[in-house]
């Protein structure tokens, strides 16, 4: 069965569907416009830190570019970035478009979490019946509005928290071209197997991969500063020689202090050049 999209329509369209589409879509072009590079966080899988990981890379560029990094969190569901980062609403409206939280280090933030009373779960006003037939619709117009409606400014790079799932970058490559992602993982075979499916998808639909940061590669004790093992397996290094990417860095886990201050200093600026 072949599927038509909203630009297939031809003659009269009632809804005005495919102007609104079209329109939004020309307002994000606009907002890239002034964004140097757009780069997806992807695991394919929950529970590998990457919300984690995505905080700690904006703290970090954000002391190398001040004022110049934003994050998007794309986990509409189950946003986390936003308090990661200590950034709090309300939103202020503006005729020039929705100004985003100001985080730590002056990252600029737009979360779902920052729109939704606090313990209150995402819903939608769908249509009444078929409701699963609409959210994708509605996941996918939310994205292009936190692109397209809030006012970025101008950005050294724009990190995107995708939710687990191997297709969310493809959804966000087809409103930003020139996006690329790094993928993040832990040491486990189970996630090896989950996150090259994400990176795969991401990889057939053109993405540029920047490299694979391994999460929990060990266990830093907060005493001895020595890092011990916590999780069996390779992953990182595996899908590194999998998809011919570099494996950027392998950050412990930590029970204290910022998520940035898990990053080995060399590791960290191996990561920020490959994101440039």
Same mark, same amino acid.
């Given at each position: 069965?072949?599927?038509?999209?909203?630009?297939?329509?031809?003659?009269?369209?009632?809804?005005?569907?495919?102007?609104?589409?079209?329109?939004?879509?020309?307002?994000?072009?606009?907002?890239?416009?002034?964004?140097?590079?757009?780069?997806?966080?992807?695991?394919?899988?929950?529970?590998?830190?990457?919300?984690?990981?995505?905080?700690?890379?904006?703290?970090?560029?954000?002391?190398?570019?001040?004022?110049?990094?934003?994050?998007?969190?794309?986990?509409?569901?189950?946003?986390?970035?936003?308090?990661?980062?200590?950034?709090?609403?309300?939103?202020?409206?503006?005729?020039?478009?929705?100004?985003?939280?100001?985080?730590?280090?002056?990252?600029?933030?737009?979360?779902?979490?920052?729109?939704?009373?606090?313990?209150?779960?995402?819903?939608?006003?769908?249509?009444? %019946?078929? +409701?699963? $037939?609409?959210?994708?619709?509605? *996941? #996918?117009?939310?994205?292009? !509005?936190? =692109? &397209?409606?809030?006012?970025?400014?101008?950005?050294?790079?724009?990190?995107?928290?995708?939710?687990?799932?191997?297709?969310?970058?493809?959804?966000?490559?087809?409103?930003?071209?020139?996006?690329?992602?790094?993928?993040?993982?832990?040491?486990?075979?189970?996630?090896?197997?989950?996150?090259?499916?994400?990176?795969?998808?991401?990889?057939?639909?053109?993405?540029?991969?920047?490299?694979?940061?391994?999460?929990?590669?060990?266990?830093?004790?907060?005493?001895?500063?020595?890092?011990?093992?916590?999780?069996?397996?390779?992953?990182?290094?595996?899908?590194?020689?999998?998809?011919?990417?570099?494996?950027?860095?392998?950050?412990?886990?930590?029970?204290? %202090?910022? +998520?940035? $201050?898990?990053?080995?200093?060399? *590791? #960290?600026?191996?990561?920020? !050049?490959? =994101? &440039?």
């Amino acid at each position: 069965m072949m599927l038509r999209s909203y630009r297939d329509v031809v003659g009269a369209d009632g809804s005005g569907i495919a102007a609104q589409v079209a329109g939004q879509r020309a307002r994000v072009d606009r907002r890239l416009a002034t964004v140097g590079r757009v780069v997806a966080v992807l695991s394919g899988k929950g529970g590998v830190g990457k919300s984690f990981v995505t905080a700690a890379l904006a703290r970090l560029a954000a002391a190398r570019w001040p004022e110049r990094v934003g994050v998007l969190d794309a986990d509409l569901r189950s946003p986390t970035v936003a308090r990661m980062l200590d950034a709090t609403g309300p939103l202020r409206v503006t005729p020039s478009g929705v100004v985003p939280a100001s985080g730590s280090g002056g990252v600029r933030v737009m979360s779902t979490d920052l729109l939704l009373e606090e313990g209150r779960p995402l819903a939608w006003r769908e249509p009444s %019946g078929d +409701a699963f $037939a609409w959210r994708g619709t509605l *996941e #996918a117009g939310v994205l292009r !509005e936190f =692109l &397209g409606d809030v006012a970025w400014g101008d950005l050294e790079v724009l990190l995107v928290d995708l939710p687990p799932g191997a297709d969310g970058g493809v959804d966000l490559a087809s409103l930003a071209p020139g996006l690329a992602a790094l993928a993040v993982t832990i040491p486990t075979e189970e996630a090896r197997r989950s996150v090259a499916r994400a990176v795969r998808a991401a990889a057939d639909a053109g993405i540029r991969l920047v490299g694979v940061v391994e999460n929990m590669a060990g266990y830093r004790c907060g005493n001895c500063a020595r890092t011990g093992p916590l999780f069996s397996g390779d992953a990182g290094s595996a899908l590194a020689a999998q998809f011919g990417i570099p494996l950027l860095a392998r950050v412990p886990f930590v029970v204290e %202090g910022a +998520a940035d $201050a898990a990053f080995d200093p060399a *590791e #960290a600026a191996r990561v920020l !050049e490959a =994101l &440039g």
